[in-house]
């Protein structure tokens, strides 16, 4: 999450942005595709249709989600692919016969940064023009990538000044040598020989390939970027901009915060049920399992009756699962979906985590581009 005040949408619009009002209308049909997609597919649940959540305050505030705790939500991570100038990538499973392709998520493993990491530490990828990180670092740092990914260190790579919104570009291959990257949390292209860039450090990176007419996109998606339907929008101009049909496309969904670290506030909540009628599925109440707090409970009572103390379980949202049905509601198959990684909180020693760091983190990158024509057999 790298930024936090509420972004105005840009006036400058792509053929798939709409005046709200429309927005509204035409997400009350996409909401019905999906309900009527996931039905089919038996994912549906009951508490899809319940549209009001019971008013509630204070202490004895009744259950409204299916509770949990951390422990139960959090994966392993996989293991990175180490390329051989160092830098550790997680590759997409499923993704490895289209030899057209070229895609990846970093970790923070590899790279020349030292402004994130322990004196004695390996350097690290920070792929970000952060503050505390040296510019120089950073560039290096992006060919590595570059390099790890296309075998080729000159490969372009175009990223964006992202700024939570749902605007989308169609990348050329000039922009990589633009001054001011484009503003923009999605960019799309069919042009080969270059790598569209995702930066994040918690947020969740989703990439998107057109199996048929060769076109690929990467969206940023947080959670104000997830209310905005940045990933639904963005299936919705790679049709207007290429043909592509939502059969034809797969997508990634990279590594990011997890349900079982992201604590997020009531007005959260209320934009997503403003927006998903399944917004509910979204959310848990978790525990706090802080282990200190288990043995010690004492330590943690107020002068409230047991019971009534105000340390409850906190709200958290699935950013992941999110972005998932936003892909089913734009019409693509469940299968064609892959889910790459983890918790990037959780796993801070892999992933930059802006949360796990309290701000102080660096930017890892997810990268989707088109081989060019004379390095691939054509397929
Ligand atoms: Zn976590």
């Not at 930024?3 to 792509?14: C, D, G, N």
């Not at 798939?16 to 009350?28: F, W």
């Not at 023009?129 to 790579?157: C, Y």
């Not at 042009?191 to 994040?200: R, V, Y």
């Amino acid at each position: 999450m790298l930024a936090s005040r509420r972004e105005p949408v840009p006036v400058e619009s792509i053929p798939a942005m709409r005046s709200s009002a429309a927005q509204t209308i035409a997400s009350a049909s996409a909401l019905e595709a999906v309900a009527s997609r996931m039905a089919r597919a038996g994912l549906i649940r009951s508490s899809q249709t319940s549209a009001k959540r019971p008013r509630t305050a204070g202490p004895f505030r009744a259950t409204r989600f299916e509770r949990t705790t951390p422990e139960e939500l959090t994966a392993t991570p996989p293991a990175p692919q180490r390329a051989a100038n160092g830098v550790q990538w997680l590759p997409i499973p499923g993704w490895w016969d289209l030899p057209w392709l070229w895609a990846g998520f970093s970790t923070r493993k590899g790279g020349l940064s030292r402004a994130y990491c322990a004196e004695d530490a390996a350097a690290e990828l920070n792929l970000g023009f952060t503050a505390a990180d040296d510019l120089e670092n950073v560039l290096r740092n992006r060919r590595l990538l570059a390099e790890a990914i296309t075998s080729n260190a000159a490969t372009p790579l175009i990223a964006l000044r992202q700024f939570h919104s749902n605007r989308i570009v169609h990348a050329v291959s000039a922009d990589a040598s633009r001054k001011q990257p484009h503003k923009a949390d999605g960019q799309m292209t069919a042009e080969p020989g270059m790598l569209l860039a995702i930066q994040t450090a918690d947020c969740i990176p989703v990439l998107v390939a057109d199996r048929k007419q060769r076109a690929v996109a990467a969206f940023h998606a947080g959670w104000r970027g997830t209310v905005k339907r940045i990933v639904e929008s963005g299936v919705g101009s790679m049709r207007l901009a290429f043909g592509s049909r939502p059969q034809d496309l797969i997508a990634a969904i990279g590594p990011g915060i997890g349900l079982c670290c992201y604590a997020v506030g009531e007005e959260v909540l209320s934009e997503f049920e403003s927006q998903f009628s399944y917004a509910r599925d979204l959310f848990r109440e978790v525990y706090d399992s802080n282990p200190v707090r288990k043995k010690y409970p004492m330590l943690f009572l107020t002068q409230r009756a047991p019971g009534h103390s105000p340390i409850g379980p906190s709200l958290h949202v699935d950013l992941v699962e999110a972005n998932r049905r936003q892909l089913l509601s734009a019409g693509l198959s469940p299968e064609s979906i892959q889910i790459v990684g983890c918790c990037t909180q959780c796993h801070s020693d892999l992933f930059f985590s802006h949360r796990a760091s309290d701000g102080h983190a660096g930017r890892m990158m997810a990268v989707i581009g088109i081989r060019e024509a004379r390095k691939h057999r054509s397929r």
